[in-house]
């Protein structure tokens, strides 16, 4: 399984990033897709996950009604609308991935990505 994350970088208060996430090797239709994200000197927390449809997502309380996840199947690629940015959204995002049920714990997944930075300045 690969999965290569992509969009981060260095964006304003108040701004928005889109960040991306191919995946392959594996049955991507088939797969529950999260975003995770670990700041400096921080444990890595849970920010989304989206159902292999599409149809169902949760949020962590931090990000609601700000980020939006979504899939397209097709692509094999998970996205991470990012908008109203604050400075405590600066981490390293991560994207994960699992075959069964909706899990917000970083030890639930087995799969990860290599992360993007996302610098968000005051």
């Known amino acids: 399984v690969r999965l290569v994350e992509s969009g981060g970088g260095l964006v304003q208060a108040g701004g928005s990033l889109r960040l991306s996430c191919a995946a392959s090797?594996?049955?991507?239709?088939?797969?529950?897709m999260a975003w995770f994200r670990q700041a400096a000197g921080k444990e890595r927390e849970f920010v989304a996950v989206?159902?292999?449809?599409?149809?169902?997502?949760r949020y962590a309380d931090s990000v609601k009604g700000r980020f939006t996840i979504s899939r397209d199947n097709a692509k094999n690629t998970v996205y991470l609308e990012m908008n109203s940015l604050r400075f405590e959204d600066t981490a390293v995002y991560y994207c994960?991935?699992?075959?069964?049920?909706?899990?917000?714990?970083?030890?639930?997944?087995?799969?990860w990505g290599q992360g993007t930075q996302v610098t968000v300045s005051t």
């Open positions: 994960a991935a699992r075959n069964v049920s909706f899990k917000e714990a970083p030890d639930e997944y087995n799969d």
């Open positions: 090797g594996l049955t991507f239709s088939t797969h529950i």
């Open positions: 989206i159902n292999w449809s599409g149809g169902v997502a």
